[in-house]
């Protein structure tokens, strides 16, 4: 199939994948500039309020992000409060806002207080006679005079070539020679649909900067987007626009969290606090609800899982074994997962990380039964794993908490929930409220189990394991209590009974045994 004239991708036989291996970089080369705010809420369904954004922008300034867009002022007066929530943190980055080329635009965000604007305009054909009817001489003049207005106004501006990468490149240079002689901080060259091919952008960015300083933003439409984004590098940008995870438009923008830790793995350069990395994404995917897949780079739930037995075993002789960095660098901890793959060396540390000891004829025949569930398709959890070895070495281990009865309520009022349990030989009950009947639940248990049986829910995950409105689910939840974490799945058509069933056995594991020497609770 062929594309139409317009969308023929700049290709030249002297631009070729060989730029990559030319490519040095060193620290202060690039900056990150996050547009989660701003592109990133254009994800379809997802609405940030003022505290969402605020806190974000808050955890991106922390990281060391050097310049946040917040927004487009011309949006609303809503967004533009919003904004202004960001620019009265006081923050280090630099706070932004998106302009359309129209000078009432750049008015919005003067009145929002932002260091600087985003001035956007078309670029290619199908922008600037077929978006907004005008010409290219039209729209190179008016750019020089948004420039020239914006910076008398003391903006910080960069001027964004909408649809770049689908331009005439010859055009693109003239309009960013426009802006830059009017006193532009910086061209940008967008892949706005993500169109382009590494070569394309980096011949694009290559003749740019010949004109002054460019950024490059990317999209993911192709799978393309951290490959464009390196090729702009490799040409001689040295800002790169993205969003935390990816979030944005269609298939997204780049994944900022990718960029940065590739940029430290790969060429030494942090342009960023990549610690922060695990945090920011884990935020944004809880602030927008768009769930991290479990095979995503950086921040995905497998990026640091480890099952097959071989791997285990040279991950336990070798961390570096089979990881290309540590997770310690992106904020994270390496897991070893048990299933159908798993082999003596995982299992024996797994074990041991629950100070479980087995001789080597038990732990075979452990082994064999953590293999033999994982065949059936089920994960796994530490408490499957720790059951199998009591039944193994015949010792049967007496609960100490037990969940006798909950009762939980929502509607238009609070959602409410009270339960009833048995802990350590009497019973127990207490209720509570939270912003839902889960919620109100575990409320209800903290209540009920008072400061020495405290406990912290590290991480908590619902699936639906059947159709219909009688769906059952399934719960996974990591519980924490000192140093030791616990994980755990619960099965109920119920989610609260589930999710109280799944923390009550995580925080059971994790307490000793009943006829120890530690049973007498303890508060930490």
């Not at 300034?61 to 620019?87: K, L, M, N, P, W």
């Amino acid at each position: 199939m062929k594309s139409d004239g317009n969308e023929t991708p700049n290709t030249d036989s002297e631009f070729s994948m060989d730029f990559f291996s030319n490519t040095t970089l060193s620290d202060g080369d690039v900056q990150l500039l996050d547009t989660t705010l701003r592109d990133g809420e254009q994800a379809p369904g997802v609405s940030l309020t003022a505290d969402q954004k605020a806190d974000i922008a808050r955890r991106l300034d922390a990281a060391g992000v050097a310049a946040v867009e917040a927004g487009s002022a011309c949006t609303s007066a809503a967004e533009r409060e919003t904004i202004r929530r960001v620019t009265d943190l006081g923050l280090d980055a630099r706070i932004t806002s998106f302009s359309r080329g129209v000078r009432n635009d750049v008015d919005l965000a003067l009145d929002c207080d932002v260091d600087g604007v985003h001035i956007v305009v078309p670029a290619s054909d199908r922008h600037v006679e077929g978006k907004v009817g005008s010409t290219r001489e039209e729209v190179v003049e008016k750019t020089g005079e948004l420039v020239d207005y914006a910076k008398d106004h003391g903006l910080w501006v960069e001027v964004i070539g909408e649809d770049g990468s689908r331009a005439d490149y010859d055009y693109l240079e003239a309009q960013a020679d426009a802006a830059l002689d009017a006193g532009a901080d910086r061209f940008c060259f967008a892949d706005t649909v993500g169109h382009a091919s590494p070569e394309a952008v980096y011949e694009g960015v290559s003749r740019l900067v010949e004109h002054g300083p460019v950024s490059v933003h990317t999209h993911d439409d192709l799978g393309l987007a951290v490959t464009n984004a390196f090729a702009g590098l490799a040409a001689g940008a040295d800002l790169v626009h993205g969003t935390i995870n990816g979030i944005g438009e269609r298939a997204g923008n780049v994944a900022l969290e990718e960029v940065a830790i590739a940029l430290w793995h790969c060429y030494g350069v942090e342009p960023m606090e990549t610690e922060h990395l695990y945090d920011l994404a884990s935020h944004v995917s809880e602030a927008t609800g768009i769930p991290l897949p479990p095979n995503k780079a950086v921040a995905g739930e497998n990026a640091f899982a480890h099952e097959s037995g071989i791997h285990t075993d040279g991950t336990l002789k070798d961390e570096r074994m089979y990881e290309p960095y540590p997770p310690e660098a992106v904020g994270r901890e390496r897991r070893l997962v048990l299933g159908k793959h798993a082999g003596r060396a995982g299992v024996r540390a797994a074990l041991a990380e629950h100070d479980v000891e087995l001789d080597d004829e038990a732990l075979s025949a452990v082994v064999e039964r953590v293999k033999s569930l994982g065949e059936k398709g089920r994960r796994v959890t530490d408490a499957d794993l720790l059951t199998i070895a009591e039944d193994v070495r015949g010792r049967a281990r007496e609960r100490r908490v037990e969940l006798v009865e909950i009762t939980a309520a929502s509607g238009s009022g609070t959602p409410s929930a009270s339960v009833r349990l048995h802990v350590d030989g009497e019973d127990r009950t207490a209720a509570g409220t939270g912003s839902g009947p889960v919620d109100a639940a575990l409320s209800a248990i903290r209540q009920a189990l008072g400061a020495e049986y405290s406990f912290h829910l590290e991480s908590y995950h619902v699936d639906a394991i059947t159709g219909g409105t009688d769906a059952v689910v399934t719960v996974d939840v990591e519980v924490s209590r000192g140093d030791r974490t616990v994980s755990v799945s619960a099965s109920d058509a119920d989610i609260t009974v589930a999710s109280v069933t799944a923390v009550l056995d995580a925080l059971d594991r994790l307490l000793p045994d009943a006829d120890s020497e530690d049973a007498v609770p303890a508060d930490d």
